[in-house]
């Protein structure tokens, strides 16, 4: 039984004025743990948002991040891709040169692709 009820029941067993100006109504247990159980939950909603928000932060850099390392990395490859065709250019003008400055000694111009000056 609660203890309003019975505060009631022995109040209105009474029906005495002295007595209820000394009382002190005791509050609703049930009501109150309600209310905690939801601060409680309100209180941990919070902290999950301003996780999620730090979360979401942290991906945004990494994304950046992944973005930036991929530019430089497809850069690098480009950069490689480039060197190795003008070594293998210098290198087939080096062995073509030595040939071509055997059969022609006195020219000292090396002829150019798509030239039509002569």
């Given at each position: 039984?609660n203890m309003n009820?019975?505060?009631?029941?022995?109040?209105?067993?009474?029906?005495?004025?002295?007595?209820?100006?000394?009382?002190?109504?005791?509050?609703?247990?049930?009501?109150?743990?309600?209310?905690?159980?939801?601060?409680?939950?309100?209180?941990?909603?919070?902290?999950?948002?301003?996780?999620?928000?730090?979360?979401?932060?942290?991906?945004?850099?990494?994304?950046?991040?992944?973005?930036?390392?991929?530019?430089?990395?497809?850069?690098?490859?480009?950069?490689?891709?480039?060197?190795?065709?003008?070594?293998?250019?210098?290198?087939?003008?080096?062995?073509?040169?030595?040939?071509?400055?055997?059969?022609?000694?006195?020219?000292?111009?090396?002829?150019?692709?798509?030239?039509?000056?002569?």
């Amino acid at each position: 039984m609660n203890m309003n009820t019975k505060i009631r029941s022995i109040l209105s067993h009474f029906r005495s004025c002295t007595i209820r100006s000394y009382l002190v109504i005791l509050p609703d247990n049930s009501r109150i743990e309600k209310q905690l159980k939801l601060e409680e939950l309100r209180t941990e909603r919070g902290v999950l948002d301003m996780r999620s928000h730090e979360l979401s932060i942290q991906q945004k850099r990494i994304e950046g991040n992944l973005t930036d390392l991929t530019r430089c990395i497809r850069g690098m490859e480009f950069d490689l891709k480039v060197n190795s065709n003008l070594e293998t250019k210098r290198q087939k003008q080096a062995r073509g040169g030595s040939a071509e400055l055997d059969a022609r000694p006195g020219d000292k111009k090396s002829p150019k692709v798509g030239d039509f000056s002569e």
